[in-house]
């Protein structure tokens, strides 16, 4: 069992940069990838950006160039770096370490943020 929690949320102005960070209980080397989603009121949970084993990263859209993320395999860290935020980013956000064989599929209690004036 991993493990895995969030940090860094908050409340934030539009325009605003808010950095998120996950915690590892274990190896996220370990994971085919790892990832933050987030979930706003009423809707689905939704990716927001994915890095693989590799480095490679997949944003969504509404993140594309305002997000990047990050890893540390030392630290069994992920890092979500969000600048020029708007209201619409408004949400729970989680992450999330996946892998497929065998399937693991791991998922943080969530830390909120708002973006409001």
């Known amino acids: 069992q991993v493990r895995l929690a969030e940090s860094g949320g908050g409340l934030v102005q539009p325009g605003g940069s808010l950095r998120l960070s996950c915690a590892s209980s274990g190896s996220i080397f370990s994971f085919d990838a790892m990832g933050w989603y987030r979930q706003a009121p009423g809707k689905e949970r939704e990716l927001v950006a994915r890095?693989?084993?590799?480095?490679?990263?997949t944003f969504a859209d509404s993140g594309k160039g305002r997000f990047t993320m990050s890893r540390d395999n030392d630290k069994n860290m992920v890092y979500l770096q969000m600048n020029s935020l708007k209201p619409e980013d408004t949400a729970v956000y989680y992450c999330?370490?996946?892998?497929?064989?065998?399937?693991?599929?791991?998922w943080g209690q969530g830390t909120q943020v708002t973006v409001s004036s």
């Open positions: 890095i693989a084993n590799g480095g490679r990263t």
């Open positions: 999330n370490a996946y892998s497929l064989l065998p399937r693991r599929d791991y």
